[in-house]
């Protein structure tokens, strides 16, 4: 038997909805601190952050504010607000 729970059962599973909503609190970028190391992209279990030249962006339309990205940022680019 396979449950579904909302359709988001694997990581990056947002990307077929709008998972953004759920958001309680949002990360913030700084993007003169961020080194484009793309950490954060690596840790996101929804696949919401992309790096570019200048630095990591969020889609908010995917991100459901769990706070990984801030916790693992190594140059502490990313900050979670209310």
């Known amino acids: 038997m396979k449950l579904s729970v909302g359709g988001t059962c694997f ?15 949002a990360p913030v970028v700084d993007l003169a601190k961020c080194v484009k190391c793309k950490i954060c992209v690596d840790y996101c279990p929804d696949c919401a952050i992309a790096v570019d030249e200048e630095g990591c962006k969020i889609d908010m339309f995917y991100c459901k504010g ?12 990313i900050r979670m607000e209310v």
């Open 11 to 25: 990581a990056g599973g947002s990307k077929a909805n709008n998972t953004g909503v759920w958001r309680q609190t």
């Open 66 to 77: 769990c706070g990984i990205c801030s916790n693992e940022c190594p140059a502490g680019a």
